[in-house]
């Protein structure tokens, strides 16, 4: 599967700076950390891997964030297609192909 999921701190320390780029670089290290397949973007990280997997990451993220924030944000989108691997790169390709 992939999962495009995009968290956020609500209230606390972030918000309080004006901003929650540090809290989201601490969610998107943890992604990082984890191995799988994975990428960020302007609006959402992507990650791809087993359903336990992806969703194991995610919350991971929830709880680090979540350590000092009262309140997060999450939201995930998911292309769950069982037998399919290395979909995270093989779809854009798919895409720039039929551009030119």
Do not use: Y
């Not at 290290?29 to 995610?58: H, K, Y």
């Amino acid at each position: 599967m992939i999962a495009a999921f995009s968290i956020s701190p609500m209230g606390g320390p972030a918000e309080d700076d004006g901003g929650v780029s540090a809290a989201v670089a601490e969610a998107v290290a943890i992604v990082r950390a984890s191995g799988l397949p994975c990428e960020t973007n302007a609006m959402f990280t992507n990650i791809e891997g087993e359903w336990d997997e992806v969703m194991a990451v995610i919350k991971a993220c929830v709880d680090r964030l979540a350590q000092t924030a009262p309140r997060v944000s999450l939201v995930i989108k998911a292309d769950i297609r069982p037998g399919f691997t290395g979909q995270l790169t093989a779809k854009i390709e798919r895409v720039e192909r039929r551009l030119r």
